[in-house]
């Protein structure tokens, strides 16, 4: 199983980026996938998940409305997508993506199972 993020870059205070996770070993509709943001000498945190056609965005994905992120796959089904917008300081750090078998679910950082590197966004002031 591998998870390869990129798409992490320096980008302003108001500026985009789309994070990319191209996704092997896995069944797409069998699984969740999920972005997830470590902020410097913060928790990991949930920022998007889609399961595999339901979509859910915020901290412990308690909100389901798009925001300024917007979580999507390829029509492959071999990758998913981090679309951010609006970005703010707040947003620096490294975003994670993440897997766990059951489509469905969408659980905290503890419960997923397959982990990639991660890829460091960096938003400035």
């Known amino acids: 199983v591998q998870l390869v993020e990129s798409g992490g870059s320096l980008v302003q205070t108001g500026g985009s980026l789309r994070l990319s996770c191209v996704i092997s070993?896995?069944?797409?509709?069998?699984?969740?996938f999920g972005w997830f943001h470590q902020a410097p000498d913060k928790e990991r945190e949930g920022v998007a998940c889609?399961?595999?056609?339901?979509?859910?965005?915020?901290?412990s994905y308690e909100d389901s409305g798009q925001g300024r992120f917007a979580i999507s796959s390829g029509a492959a089904k071999n990758a998913v997508y981090l679309q951010m917008d609006r970005l703010k300081p707040e947003d620096t750090g490294v975003y994670f993506c993440?897997?766990?078998w059951g489509p469905g679910q969408c659980p905290a950082a503890s419960g997923m199972e397959y982990w990639g590197k991660g890829t460091l966004v960096t938003v400035s002031a």
């Open positions: 993440a897997a766990v």
């Open positions: 070993g896995l069944n797409f509709d069998d699984h969740a």
């Open positions: 889609i399961s595999p056609n339901i979509k859910y965005y915020g901290p």
